[in-house]
């Protein structure tokens, strides 16, 4: 009886969690911790509901040793393992970041956790993890690691439009400039609604020399979006570089 009040208690901290009233879900988070023993895997959810508040509340510490708890109680839990990487390389703790995002990867990608593979969001907590280290590369403009990092986000995460562009922009920085222009043209034409597209594409363009060019992408993003600020800059300092180069 005990267990089937523990499990209902567990199923109303859910609840409170998916509308957001952290604190009701944390007071019966906390009685099923101080009051439950025995069944390991409602204490394994109880402890990785919890952490995942503690994330929400920018409660770091308490995250990180809520998550510990799972994988002590659940090694091969790897959305835990998983979280608990990109808090670590969130707070500069690499090198233990690097190391359990490794073990959940390798578990991963040997079918180890065959229901895992198909997960949306496990996918795009993989991909967060790439596009940090992606970043970091381009940051020190090692390239081509950069590149391969952020393929893996778009492989792992097809929904992230945005770092097709960071593609683009890595294949700019390498002089790849018709490759850069592929991807932009690629991305444009298979989301024409993504602005973002677009306004990059000008940008590149303008880069290249081609002025007209480049104002027809803006211009057509205003077209869609009137206030777009970023079309707008754009459009009205490439129309003053070229009134100020005629007169």
């Known amino acids: 009886m005990r267990s089937l009040k523990k499990s209902e208690d567990f199923r109303k901290a859910q609840d409170y969690f998916d509308h957001q009233e952290y604190k009701k879900s944390l007071i019966l988070l906390n009685d099923i911790v101080e009051t439950e023993s025995d069944d390991k895997e409602l204490l394994t959810?109880?402890?990785?509901?919890?952490a995942n508040i503690f994330h929400m509340k920018g409660e770091i510490g308490k995250a990180i040793k809520a998550f510990n708890k799972v994988l002590s109680l659940d090694p091969s839990h790897t959305d835990?393992?998983?979280?608990?990487s990109v808090l670590y390389n969130d707070i500069g703790r690499?090198?233990?970041?690097q190391r359990i995002f490794e073990v959940a990867n390798q578990r991963v990608k040997s079918g180890q956790d065959q229901e895992f593979l198909e997960d949306g969001h496990i996918n795009k907590k993989f991909a967060a993890k790439h596009f940090e280290l992606a970043e970091m590369y381009f940051t020190y403009n090692r390239l081509d690691e950069a590149l391969f990092e952020y393929n893996k986000v778009s492989k792992l995460d097809p929904t992230n439009l945005e770092v097709r562009i960071?593609?683009?922009?890595?294949?700019?920085?390498k002089n790849f400039i018709n490759k850069a222009f592929d991807e932009l043209q690629s991305l444009k034409n298979e989301q024409p609604n993504f602005l973002p597209a677009r306004i990059a594409l000008g940008v590149l363009f303008y880069g290249c020399g081609k002025i007209l060019e480049a104002q027809t992408e803006w211009e057509k993003v205003l077209t869609k979006d009137p206030r777009n600020e970023e079309a707008l800059m754009y459009l009205n300092l490439s129309r003053t570089?070229?009134?100020?180069s005629l007169s």
């Open 45 to 50: 959810k109880t402890f990785f509901l919890m």
């Open 241 to 244: 570089a070229t009134e100020t």
């Open 80 to 84: 835990a393992s998983i979280s608990l």
């Open 166 to 173: 960071k593609i683009a922009k890595t294949y700019a920085k």
């Open 94 to 97: 690499y090198e233990e970041a």
